[in-house]
């Protein structure tokens, strides 16, 4: 992903008016949160690692994300989303089988553990799993194709995304309570927003001609 807003940082807005003492305190919990120890096994605490950098890589030269440590502690309060495929296990569950059976598979496709994949050979086995194309036996009981829309990719990214390294790779300014954002048409700016390197509006808001 390229970095249009490398000059900009979104935790800059710590202690000003975008950000009340709420936001600043789960914010701060959210940067401060490690991985919980003895809720995942060691290798599929290594899986679910490499899974992570795989489909939700962090942004170079910003500041790690602690993706993995939001979807550990998750498991670790099964903490679902209320609701879940009558064909899916519980939250935690789902997690631990769906981390067995990504193993299981990435040893009889290369004899080797998921994490030690190089880049194509681990996009060949989620891609199996995207489609349901799988070896593994494990795979009988969870559908890999639900685990792949119901889990993976709907919990790694909102956990990726509510990063704050990646707000402000992509520009975005995160909560602004109690100021608000205030200028929110077509190509409308707040002063106090993100500017992309190489866009000629330093600072001001853009507006439509006429």
Request: with cysteine.
């Amino acid at each position: 992903m390229t970095d249009r807003f490398r000059n900009y940082d979104v935790l800059a807005k710590h202690g000003t008016p975008s950000w009340d003492a709420i936001t600043q305190r789960v914010i701060d919990e959210r940067l401060a949160l490690s991985v919980p120890a003895g809720v995942l096994e060691p290798l599929q605490l290594a899986t679910l690692e490499a899974l992570v950098a795989r489909i939700c890589p962090d942004p170079p030269g910003r500041a790690r994300t602690t993706t993995v440590a939001m979807v550990v502690h998750r498991i670790a309060g099964e903490e679902g989303d209320g609701a879940r495929h009558h064909r899916l296990p519980p939250f935690a569950q789902c997690w631990r089988q769906g981390l067995d059976a990504i193993e299981e598979e990435a040893k009889l496709r290369f004899a080797a553990p998921f994490s030690a994949l190089g880049g194509e050979q681990a996009d060949e086995v989620l891609r199996a799993v995207e489609h349901g194309d799988t070896k593994a036996q494990r795979w009988a009981k969870l559908p890999a194709r639900l685990f792949w829309t119901w889990r993976i990719i709907p919990d790694l990214v909102s956990a990726h995304w509510s990063q704050p390294s990646l707000w402000s790779a992509m520009g975005f300014g995160g909560p602004a309570s109690p100021r608000g954002y205030v200028r929110t048409g077509t190509n409308r700016r707040d002063p106090w927003e993100a500017v992309a390197e190489g866009e000629p509006y330093k600072g001001v808001p853009r507006h439509r001609a006429g």
